[in-house]
């Protein structure tokens, strides 16, 4: 039998079908427990992890046997990817398991955003009548743009066209003559900030995306604009989004990434008096669904890997 490690929550039945097979240490309050974690790693053939266990160089040298990296989710940039390869160590992204969802929280959130009025229960419920505070827009006819038309993209896309919205997208690498790109229409980054009604974020973190939503991106905006990024943290310049919105210049945003996590009270604190921005805590792709679908998808994976090498 294996030795399976897993650092943060996944599904309890998912968990159970490793552990019929092979020793099994599930405790999802491990990555808040770095130095209980880092002994138990000595005989570890699996590691299973979400998107707050970083696994680097420090956490692979005190692994000598790791052999598999279970990702429950598809962000890879918790990940050393070049010194697992290194090692040979393989890595299992939960690759299209939890894109319904996600594509789910971004129309979620346009919606309320573009609306308002949701965001008012307060105000409501301590006797205030504000209606003419709260008259906002409807989403058709307006433009959806997505910067990355990856699947979860694609999958907003489909939605944002039942409302009635036009949609437009910017990426680079997806070739014009990719018959995904429909009915959606492939624009330049500069034009999809120009035109975005809304913008939806959809690319990872890397060297090139890191802020590539910055001041002077924001500056290209709309006014009535809103950003919605449920893709990584740090590809948008929280301060310069803040004082953005602070400042009038954009209608609203909702983040549900950031470049720490959980947020710092510096970080934080920039958004606390602000009334045009919902913030959630990393849980765009986590339903009750996509959690059974994620972290079954994994458990096939570690399963069908550990009995391919007996």
Known sequence: MARIVITEFM??????????RHVTDYAPDLVDRRSDLMPMLADVDVLIVRNR?????????AAPNL?????LG????????????????????????????VAEYVITMALMLLRGAYLASARVAAGEWPRQDLIGGEASGRVMGLLGFGAIARQ??????ALGMIVIAHDPHLPESDPSWGSVRSVSFADLLAHSSVLSL????????????DADALSQMRPDAIVINAARGGVVDEVALAATLREGRLAGAALDVFETEPLTAEAG????DLHNVIL????????????VRVSNLIADKVLDHLMEEV
Do not use: Y
Request: aromatic share 2%; net charge neutral; charged share 20%.
């Open 11 to 20: 599904d309890e039945a998912a968990v159970s079908r490793l552990a019929a």
């Open 74 to 101: 598809v962000g890879l940039d918790n990940i050393d990817m070049e010194a697992c390869k290194a090692r040979g160590i393989v890595v299992w992204p939960a690759t299209g398991a939890n894109d319904l969802a």
């Open 53 to 61: 266990t970083s696994v680097n160089a420090e956490l692979l040298e």
């Open 67 to 71: 052999r598999a990296v279970g990702r």
């Open 269 to 272: 604190g920039r958004f606390l």
């Open 156 to 161: 907003v896309a489909t939605r944002a066209k």
């Open 280 to 291: 959630t805590p990393h849980v765009a792709g986590v339903t009750d669904q996509s959690n």
């Open 202 to 213: 959809h690319v990872p973190l890397t060297a090139q995306t890191r802020h590539v939503i």
